[in-house]
């Protein structure tokens, strides 16, 4: 979708300083005809509607490209976010483009006992049966 959004992004930013250009444009032909006297008397001016719906189709297309092209919604609530981060784990580079776990480091610190690693070990030793046999 990343050339699709950019064609729609550009022709949508030309057709929109074209729009813009024109309304300045008839601004100026509508003051320089008339006299100064009534140019301060009525200070708005009617565009035409070539000019309106120009204006309003290239916003609407520019629109239409920056939202084609814009990366994919991350989860609004805190627990659908996280658990999608722990399914997915921290890909390479995936931190520069804004995915993954921002509190990894945290959660990797040296010095620090990994929980979940001995829970797991620990089961594992349970599963093993090497705790029924120390019993007895």
């Not at 996280?82 to 997915?88: C, I, L, P, Q, T």
């Amino acid at each position: 979708m990343g050339f699709l959004s950019t064609v729609f992004t550009s022709f949508g930013l030309v057709f929109l300083s074209h729009a813009v250009y024109s309304a300045y444009e008839h601004s100026l032909l509508l003051s320089s005809a008339s006299s100064p006297a009534s140019s301060a008397s009525s200070s708005a001016i009617d565009l035409p509607i070539d000019v309106i719906l120009e204006l309003l189709i290239s916003t609407l297309v520019t629109c239409a490209g920056i939202v084609l092209g814009s990366p994919q919604l991350r989860p609004i609530q805190w627990s659908v976010w996280a658990g999608k981060v722990e399914r997915e784990g921290r890909k390479p580079g995936a931190w520069e483009e804004g995915v993954g776990n921002p509190f990894r480091s945290l959660d990797e610190r040296l010095g620090f006992l990994d929980i979940r690693a001995q829970r797991k070990q620990f089961a594992d030793w349970v599963r093993n049966g090497q705790g029924a046999q120390s019993k007895g």
